[in-house]
């Protein structure tokens, strides 16, 4: 969800926005109507700059693709029968 407030009410707040956000919450911090920042919790910044990197490095979005196919085409083991057979208990 993204809630927008003006730059003024921004400064004004700050101390305490982060508080009243919600995990997967932005705000969207205006000036003159325009949008000129965003803030967001750690959390999903993190997450953001991890999905950015994945979707830049070719290597990695190869194996994405692959993946995508072979779960398409069947390929893929059960998760539980993995556990199982590596005697993993989660």
Do not use: C, H
């Amino acid at each position: 969800m993204i809630r927008q407030i003006q730059i003024s009410e921004a400064r004004r707040k700050l101390n305490e926005l982060y508080k009243e956000m919600g995990p997967d919450e932005t705000v969207s911090i205006t000036s003159r109507g325009k949008q000129v920042f965003a803030l967001m919790p750690w959390e999903l910044y993190e997450s953001l700059n991890e999905t950015i990197a994945i979707l830049g490095d070719p290597d990695m979005m190869k194996a994405f693709k692959r993946g995508v196919q072979d779960i398409k085409s069947g390929k893929v083991t059960d998760w539980e029968k993995v556990k199982q057979e590596l005697g993993i208990e989660l």
